[in-house]
């Protein structure tokens, strides 16, 4: 039987994960599950006591397939499992019939949730456990809340958070810190990229939208930018850092006195030289700003003088202020391959604030040199000849 007609009519895989990802999701779910199972076997007081509760296996699958979802967090899965599991028992207590019990139970528990902001699917699977399981279960009264459900999520969430960070890889959970500062930066507007979709626009049109989507804003916006950039290589064509950078790039060492330094950026009118070692791989960048900034600028009617002190080599043996350029120089630079399409130029300028990246070549040797005016030139020139293109067609 040919099976790929078959497969073709299957919709779209809603998990975009590569197969090494979902490789790893799946032992985690399977860890996690074998986990609760045995330590539910050798913790349980008697046979009423289940080794584990059923819906775990879908929470499993929310934590370590969508482990940044706000449904997977700490709270939702606690908070829904343990509440839900509390009004399970109640409504299995207080209601005779089965039915109207089953539908009071998931019916409460979801409501319960998310007036408790812990909304957790699996949860009202949770609730439904007490009502079905039978009287084995229903005799465990609300001792059900701690034993099995109590255990099996506070397993859960320890393995979650370190199978998550330490073998998957992903920020789980995120933290608290992190999602109020990212909804005051769209409530107040600060710190808004220049380029791309904001995750303040993201916001505004969810809340016009009136939908929940299973994925935080930030991680949308990185989509959606991702999106763009892609557009743009495609109808801009493959322009490269080696394409615009300039080749003749001038560079000074660790050692470098700070004197020549300056004297090279002053006689070639350089805003920065890149830093390199013995290999030419760059290890930092001397700016304008790398000099100035040793110096007391608030003595405004020394400043000629002070310069010229802190820039002029000490002849004697010690010194209590920079000599190399080693010493002042900015260690945390960005570099990027020859190869890189432009378009990855334009947040880490526009945005981050660069005006200069060095560029490197296979073996991280210095090649080149990228400028604002090289970028800002290259697009210019892109725009003149799709305006020229569109004219002549």
């Known amino acids: 039987m040919n099976i790929n007609p078959l497969i073709r009519r299957v919709p779209i895989d809603p998990v975009n994960l590569s197969l090494k990802s979902k490789g ?9 599950i074998l986990t609760a199972a045995l330590c539910g ?3 349980r007081l008697d046979t009423a006591y289940p080794l584990i509760v059923a819906s775990m296996g879908a929470s499993a699958v929310i934590v370590f397939i969508i482990p940044s ?8 899965l606690l908070g829904g499992h343990l509440v839900s599991a509390f009004i399970g028992v109640l409504c299995n207590r207080l209601i005779a019939d089965t039915v109207l019990a089953s539908s009071c139970a998931a019916g409460s528990s979801v409501l319960a949730m998310l007036l408790l902001r812990c909304l957790h699917p699996p949860g009202a699977a ?9 009287d084995a279960v ?12 109590g255990l099996n999520v506070a397993l859960m969430l320890v393995l979650s958070i370190a199978i998550n960070r330490w ?7 995120l933290t608290r810190q992190a999602i109020d500062a990212d ?14 979709i904001s995750e303040q626009d993201l916001g505004q049109a969810l809340e016009n939208q009136d939908i929940f989507v299973d994925i935080t804003s930030r991680d949308l916006a990185q989509i959606l930018n991702g999106a763009q950039h892609n557009s743009f290589k495609r109808y801009r064509g493959h322009i490269t850092c080696a394409d615009i950078m300039d080749k003749d790039v001038r560079a000074v060492e660790f050692g470098t006195e700070v004197e020549e330094a300056w004297r090279i950026m002053y006689r070639e009118q350089r805003k920065a030289l890149p830093v390199i070692d013995k290999s030419r791989r760059v290890i930092g960048i001397v700016t304008w700003n790398d000099f100035f900034k040793c110096i007391n600028l608030d003595a405004y009617e020394n400043f000629q003088d002070r310069f010229r002190t802190f ?11 920079p000599e190399a350029v080693g010493q002042i120089m900015t260690a945390a630079v960005a570099v990027l391959p020859e190869n890189t399409h432009i378009v990855d130029l334009i947040p880490l300028m526009s945005d981050q604030g660069y005006r200069q990246i060095p560029i490197v070549n296979h073996e991280n040797r210095l090649v080149g040199m990228v400028y604002q005016a090289h970028l800002i030139a290259s697009l210019y020139n892109q725009a003149l000849s799709g305006a020229a293109g569109r004219k002549a067609g």
């Open 126 to 134: 949770t609730a439904l456990a007490p009502v079905l399981a039978g």
């Open 167 to 173: 073998v998957l890889g992903y920020q789980y959970p």
């Open 24 to 32: 790893l999701s799946v032992l985690a779910c399977t860890l996690v």
């Open 138 to 149: 229903a005799s465990l009264g609300y001792g059900f809340v701690l034993m099995p459900v």
């Open 311 to 321: 820039i002029r080599r000490t002849p004697d043996v010690s010194t209590n202020k």
């Open 69 to 76: 979802s706000p449904l997977a967090q700490p709270w939702p």
């Open 41 to 43: 076997q050798a913790l």
């Open 183 to 196: 909804k005051s930066r769209r409530n107040t507007g600060l710190e808004l990229p220049l380029t791309g």
